[in-house]
């Protein structure tokens, strides 16, 4: 059983900057990726970011491309999504997920980090 913890949400105004952080309860050298989702109130869950291990391959949506950043610390077991340039529309609650097989599924879900980015 994997437990993911996301921490780093808040309140921001529009053009500033989020880190966010997901901190897993097992080595992540294990996983075969990471991904970043985000779901806005009355909205379906919409893919925001996504890395692989090994090479660390990085996946963006287009609606944030240019203004985050995906990156992962092996040792801590934590993985990052760094936020820039935040817009009002960027508002959601923000998901980690791992995948554990080689597959496109994300099999483990964190609770959720709530980010407000004021206009």
């Known amino acids: 059983q994997v437990q993911l913890v996301e921490s780093g949400g808040g309140l921001v105004q529009a053009g500033g900057s989020l880190r966010l952080s997901c901190a897993a309860s097992?080595?992540?050298?294990?996983?075969?990726?990471w991904g970043w989702f985000r779901q806005a109130p009355g909205k379906e869950r919409e893919f925001v970011a996504s890395?692989?291990?090994?090479?660390?391959?990085?996946s963006f949506a287009d609606s944030v491309k240019g203004r985050c950043t995906i990156s992962r610390d092996n040792g801590k077991n934590t993985v990052y999504l760094q936020m820039d340039s935040l817009k009002p529309e960027d508002t959601a609650v923000y998901f980690c997920?791992?995948?554990?097989?080689?597959?496109?599924?994300?099999?483990?879900w964190g609770q959720g980090t709530q980010v407000t980015v004021s206009s």
């Open positions: 997920a791992v995948r554990t097989a080689d597959t496109t599924v994300y099999d483990y």
């Open positions: 097992t080595r992540t050298l294990s996983f075969y990726g």
């Open positions: 890395i692989t291990r090994g090479s660390g391959w990085r």
